[in-house]
């Protein structure tokens, strides 16, 4: 008989359900009895846009030269109802990120960035700063649940208007600043109390769906006598609906923003199990569009967790018309800059995994308030790298989509892509790679 009390194991062996992180999260929550608030998007990994890959040209298709045959990037923004569309060179916008959450250096960094790439910023939950309005040429202004920051003359200095509905780190929730980033000038822009805690609410007072909202929104076309686009932001949960309501509600442009699209900060347990991925919301989003015969005609910006000129063609195959970045802005500016790794390692992180960017004391000065850190960050040498990062998005998107032998970026489709997965192929409505499989509901919601 087998003496089972004393058999020692070669090696122990560790849960995957019970992983180092979750054993930490689980003590963390024991001893403080307070959940995790973090700034960023999901962590854990989830169907993306690396789950597609492009078809270049062959026999079959006539690929573009690189060097001497043109290939467009431009889009127009805003083309149904609004007097003054939006112009873009390049098909890759800036998201709406608060001052409050970033300092105002990082939000005239971003304005700078842009501009020069001939692109958009956004403002966000906490208003227009001067210094964001003076260095954009082009600049979204967002209409938001919280009112925070909301100011009719600033609507009228703005060149488009962003209503959020929400956001894809946390669709149904709403946002937070901690009472050590809410300075003086923070609070008078918020209309908030100095260094009190804030929770965003996460629906508008002034409409409960898309009936009541298409009133706000023509509100808002009369105060701006028509000519500015409005935008509709949705955290993608239910994009096919959303989508459809938002053009029902009168929307110039609807922006869909995937589960993996980052935030200032909010509940970790929100992040990272609330919303789908961005895989999964552009097709149903376009699906939308085209069943209502708009596709084109309203325009569609994704969101959430782009990263490369390859994410964008993606996007763009899939049928969207432009994208947007938040987090990767942030990293171009140098947020997680290994620069500051022994600051970084004080704060009990890393270069590369620092996230609390509710703490505002980032060594990087962009999630800041503090004075001190804020004036580390210069933001004529940030808006330089920004604009060195959109610009090699665009050649990445342009060198794709002339291997796929289109003259403009906006010519590629879903033709051109296939998946790598069943989910990926199932999620983009795109054959599985060396199949004409295309799994699930072929695209019908
Ligand atoms: C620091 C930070 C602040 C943000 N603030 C806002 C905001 O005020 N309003 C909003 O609609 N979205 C906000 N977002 C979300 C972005 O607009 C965008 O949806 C998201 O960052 C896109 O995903 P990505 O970060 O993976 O590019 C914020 C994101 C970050 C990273």
């Known amino acids: 008989m087998n003496d089972h009390s ?6 122990p062996r560790y849960s995957a359900t019970f992983d180092e992180y979750t054993l930490s999260e689980i003590r963390r929550a024991a001893a403080t009895g307070i959940y995790d608030i973090r700034g960023a ?10 789950d597609l890959l492009f078809l270049g040209a062959s026999m079959s298709r006539y690929p573009l030269e690189g060097y001497r045959e043109r290939c467009g990037t431009d889009i127009l923004l805003g083309t149904r109802f609004a007097k003054k569309p939006i112009a873009l060179k390049i098909p890759v916008t800036i998201a709406g990120m608060s001052f409050g959450s970033l300092s105002a250096n990082a939000k005239e960094a971003l304005g700078r960035g842009a501009s020069a790439m001939g692109t958009s910023t956004t403002t966000g939950d906490g208003g227009m700063t001067n210094e964001e309005r003076g260095h954009s040429s082009m600049l979204v202004y967002q209409y938001l649940p919280s009112r925070y920051g909301m100011n009719p003359d600033d609507l009228k200095r703005a060149d488009a208007i962003e209503i959020v509905i929400g956001q894809g780190a946390k669709p149904g929730g709403g946002g937070m600043l901690l009472g050590q980033k809410i ?7 918020r209309t908030l109390p100095v260094g009190i805690d804030q929770r965003s609410a996460c629906r508008h007072p002034d409409w409960t769906g898309p009936d009541d909202l298409e009133i706000k929104i023509e509100e808002l076309r009369e105060i701006t006598d028509w000519e500015k686009p409005i935008y509709v932001k949705v955290g993608a949960a239910r994009p096919y609906y959303d989508t ?11 922006v869909v923003d995937g589960m993996q699209g980052g935030t200032a900060a909010t509940q970790e347990i929100f992040i990272e199990h609330v919303g789908i991925p961005t895989l999964a919301a552009v097709r149903q989003a376009v699906k939308a569009l085209q069943d209502l015969g708009m596709h084109r005609k309203v325009q569609l910006i994704v969101s959430g967790g782009i990263r490369n000129g390859a994410d964008v063609a993606k ?5 969207a018309d432009a994208v947007a970045i938040g987090t990767a802005a942030l990293v171009a500016l140098g947020d997680n800059d290994p620069h500051y790794q022994a ?3 004080a704060l009990g992180t890393s270069a590369g995994a620092y996230d609390d ?6 060594p990087a000065g962009i999630t800041t308030q503090d004075p001190a850190l804020m004036a580390r960050l210069d933001p004529v040498a940030a808006g330089r790298r920004l604009a060195n990062y959109l610009a090699v998005l665009t050649l990445e998107a342009q060198t794709i989509a002339r291997a796929c032998g289109k003259s403009h970026v906006h010519n590629l489709e879903p033709e051109d892509l296939v998946a790598l997965t069943i989910e990926a192929a199932a999620m983009a409505n795109v054959p599985l790679a060396g199949t004409s499989w295309i799994p699930g509901s072929n695209g019908n919601f």
């Not at 004393?6 to 090696?11: A, F, G, I, N, S």
């Not at 300075?183 to 822009?189: D, H, K």
């Not at 029902?248 to 609807?254: L, Y």
């Not at 960017?357 to 980032?362: C, K, L, Q, S, V």
């Open 6 to 11: 004393h058999t020692p194991r070669t090696k």
């Open 343 to 345: 600051e970084y390692e």
């Open 183 to 189: 300075t003086e000038r923070v609070a008078s822009m």
């Open 244 to 254: 459809a309501l938002a053009v029902k509600s009168g929307a110039d442009v609807v």
């Open 315 to 319: 996007a763009l195959a899939l049928g």
């Open 357 to 362: 960017w509710h703490e505002g004391r980032d």
């Open 41 to 50: 998007g999901a962590k854990r990994k989830v169907p993306h846009f690396d």
